[in-house]
């Protein structure tokens, strides 16, 4: 079973892939349902394919906007130009854009996203017969219909089911609000998330009076759906012939990918953990609680009622190991601030979490001593970790 995890930037994909991703899914400049997450030009889409290969895995490009007419030839001339660079698969929803590409006979194969909303093995099949190679089944599904379409598909179609990461409130991507709240469209890669904006109660006599409704001490999230944690789902849907296990999250920060990229190739190569266990090392990065969504079949509000899931991170990502060396030192990069004396939690690419503690003195690459260094510096550390380990901070941990 694959592991598919998301690339929003170069960066992003090269930590996908040193934790533990078997391929990533990243946009181009146009085309792709995550405006915001940076994406791709073409010169950074040929150095990520071709860090992607060297090592074996592979990257799918998504061009799964519902398009303007007067912007199919932007979508052709992009698809055209990743296939001659080697891209491994298209991601679309649209069945005008499936059509077009399917025209060029391209080398690569095209996959249906799950903003197509396939919840039929019917569905499936007719995807397979215009000539798709994955189908990306609709979050909507309970394990039971998944093994129901894929007891009509396996072995004629690659099917494909989000695991981890936000999931929209509306059916599987398709909602307005934020078209109307905003003017940017959720299905042209652009949506603002109203669904998790704080919202106050107005009772209509009483114009301009608004009254809090508290759900937890920060407030109501009257439309926000938990994240998705489908870890326990694994087996089952192996089992059941699921080829690809996909992680949301193009717009999410490397602290996000290294843990929950690291945790599932964990969890694929057979490591067993209870769900108190899963949550929290997933709780490490900020969330909104976790939910099982669909996979029982309804949602369930308090399926992971456990205190270690609540929705705000007890870490914070401070730094990371480059693969420079400067005198058989190692070479942190600080994305915050790390004090002298400081001890950290790391996070290894093999999922290992440890702790080291900062000298007392931090030397910079310049050779300047301090004892705070901001995200502007690099620092020399003694002590051997291996490149894209990270260093965080862990509430309740201080100076030694």
């Known amino acids: 079973m694959e592991l598919l995890a998301p690339a929003g930037t170069l960066e992003k994909l090269k930590w996908a892939v040193i934790y533990g991703a078997d391929a990533v899914y990243f946009g181009m400049e146009f085309g792709s ?12 889409a040929a150095k990520g394919l071709e860090f992607l290969h060297d090592r074996g895995k592979k990257g799918y490009v998504t061009l799964n906007i519902y398009p303007f007419s007067d912007e199919y030839d932007l979508i052709i001339d992009t698809a055209k130009t990743m296939d001659d660079m080697g891209a491994d698969a298209f991601i679309v929803s649209d069945l005008g854009v499936f059509r077009e590409l399917k025209r060029l006979d391209l080398h690569a194969p095209v996959h249906i996203s799950t903003q197509a909303n396939t919840t039929s093995y019917q569905a499936v099949l007719a995807y397979l017969e215009l000539g798709a190679k994955r189908v990306n089944l609709a979050r909507e599904l309970s394990l039971e219909r998944i093994k129901e379409i894929l007891a009509k598909t396996r072995g004629l179609v690659e099917t494909e089911v989000f695991i981890h990461g936000a999931v929209c409130f509306s059916y599987s991507g398709r909602c307005a609000i934020s078209d109307y709240l905003t003017g940017h469209g959720a299905n042209r890669g652009e949506c603002k998330h109203p669904c998790r904006w704080r919202y106050f109660l107005m009772e209509e006599t009483r114009p301009g009076r608004y009254m809090p409704v508290f759900e937890d001490e920060r407030g109501l999230y009257l439309f926000n759906s938990k994240d998705l944690a489908l870890f326990e789902f694994i087996p089952a849907l192996k089992e059941a012939g699921v080829a690809s296990i996909k992680i949301e999250g193009r717009m999410k920060t490397i602290h996000y990918i290294a843990t929950v990229v690291s945790f599932y190739r964990q969890v694929l190569d057979g490591k067993m953990f209870s769900p108190e266990e899963a949550l929290k090392l997933l709780n490490r990065i900020p969330n909104r609680g976790f939910s099982t969504g669909f996979m029982k079949g309804a949602i369930l509000p308090d ?8 929705s705000t991170s007890d870490t914070i990502l401070v730094g990371n190991i480059t693969e420079e060396r400067i005198n058989s030192k190692c070479v942190i990069r600080i994305r915050n601030n790390i004090s002298a004396g400081e001890t950290l939690e790391t996070l290894s690419p093999d999922g290992g979490i440890s702790s080291v503690t900062m000298p007392q003195i931090l030397v910079t690459t310049d050779g300047n001593q301090v004892k705070c260094a901001n995200n502007s510096q690099y620092l020399l550390f003694d002590q051997e970790l291996k490149p894209y380990t990270i260093l965080r901070r862990v509430a309740g941990k201080g100076l030694a």
């Not at 349902?33 to 950074?44: C, H, I, K």
């Open 33 to 44: 349902l995550r405006n915001f997450a940076g994406n791709f030009t073409f010169d950074d």
């Open 303 to 310: 399926d992971y009622d456990f205190n270690i899931a609540d």
